[in-house]
């Protein structure tokens, strides 16, 4: 028996400002995007944007449901609409922010296991890293590298192959 860990690095900005201009702007489309959020039942309006590859951003918005699993995600809302629309097209990063429906404040956010895994899936399909901008709370940002440094140990194609 041997221990094993694993170390997780992203960077932290104090504000927005200091983040590259593309990284900024992604995150001023996922701000944009929390308006078109369909959250009647929680309050709590996600909103994300995808930069491909081309430079083209593909927004989307959490949409819940009152048979609450089957609604959706803001970032698999997105990450969906990008890869049926521009299925050849690389997908570089996502930007993802949310808040409460009545305040402009933006939260702290952090994928779901199940976009985790969606976006990891499509790094793996594009053989590409994800870069994901996240709003931290108290305007701060966090950047990480790809999304596989948020699921570790993931299920992924290799494991099905015989
Ligand atoms: N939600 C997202 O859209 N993305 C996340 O990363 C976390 C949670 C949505 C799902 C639901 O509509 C609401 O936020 C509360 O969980």
């Known amino acids: 028996m041997h221990n094993v860990s694993h170390e997780i690095r992203y960077k932290m ?11 900024r702007e992604l995150l001023e489309a996922a701000v944009a995007a929390t308006d078109t959020a369909y959250a009647p039942y929680s309050g709590f309006h996600v909103g994300a944007a995808v930069l491909l590859e081309t430079g083209e951003v593909v927004q989307g918005s959490n949409q819940e ?9 803001a970032e698999r809302v997105a990450l969906f609409a ?35 895994q969606v976006m990891a899936e499509y790094e793996h399909r594009y053989q590409s890293p994800i870069r994901m901008i996240l709003t931290a709370g108290g305007g701060k940002v966090m950047v990480i590298d790809d999304a596989k440094t948020l699921l570790p140990l993931m299920f992924n194609a290799d494991n099905l192959k015989r």
Request: net charge negative; aromatic share 6%.
């Open 65 to 73: 449901n009152a048979a609450y699993p089957s609604g959706l995600c």
């Open 82 to 116: 990008a890869a049926s629309q521009h299925p050849e097209t690389t997908i570089k990063a996502v930007a993802i922010t949310a808040c409460f429906h009545d305040t402009d404040e933006l939260l702290s956010v952090s994928p779901c296991g199940d976009c985790r």
């Open 13 to 23: 900005y104090d504000t927005s400002a200091e983040l590259e201009i593309q990284d």
